[in-house]
């Protein structure tokens, strides 16, 4: 089921991260920022454990969460985890490094390096474009037997969602939008760009 968070706070950093005028220095901060609002949607009806917390006057019911894995891919999606790991005690990162051919658009895998666990993971991609990439990590983490429970991305297509959806009827998708379409190099229109160029300031002119 797909979640498009309309909380201001989203649409506010969602807005910056459109703006074309917006710089990498704040194209930086507001990444990282809606990824954490995104991530509290997300995980909402996480797997916790309860326990009994000692306060300094008492006893106090309490919980933590259980263990999950976070997986991104090269590159862009390196500050959303980032963010996941600072805001969750017990997760574990891995990553996948995919690009897309740039004639067929289909993704390549070229580096895989995930946790030796297994359990519910979380796909972070900023951009779910064709949703090749997608549909490859959970391939890739479904053979080594880990669960794959959700996929935060900061735009979907709506391509996207109607595959992930279908393909993956059990999988969340939390995103700030789903964009209606996509032009000829598999770009998300209006979308934002290129998300790795504008984080990283490598963006031609
Ligand atoms: C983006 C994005 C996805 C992929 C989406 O990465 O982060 O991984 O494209 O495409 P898909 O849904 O059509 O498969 P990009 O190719 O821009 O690489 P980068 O992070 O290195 O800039
Ligand atoms: N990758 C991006 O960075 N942006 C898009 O719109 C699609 C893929």
Known sequence: ?????????????????????????????????????????????????????????????????????????????????ETALDIFPNAQGGFVGIKRDKESLYPIVYFVNLPNVTGDAFFLDPMVATAGTVVKAIKILCERGCKPKGIVSIISSRKAVEILTEKYPSVDIVTAAVDEKLNKNGYIVPGLGDCGDRYYGSEIG
Do not use: W
């Open 1 to 81: 089921m797909v979640h498009v968070i309309d909380h201001p706070i989203v649409q506010n950093e969602l807005t910056i991260l459109r703006n074309v005028a917006t710089k990498s220095f704040n194209f930086r901060k507001s990444l990282k920022k809606i990824t954490t609002f995104l991530l509290y949607e997300m995980m909402r009806n996480t797997r916790t454990t309860r326990m009994e917390v000692e306060t300094s006057l008492g006893k106090s019911e309490g919980l933590v969460m259980d263990e999950i894995i976070f997986i991104t891919v090269l590159r862009a999606g390196i500050p959303m985890l």
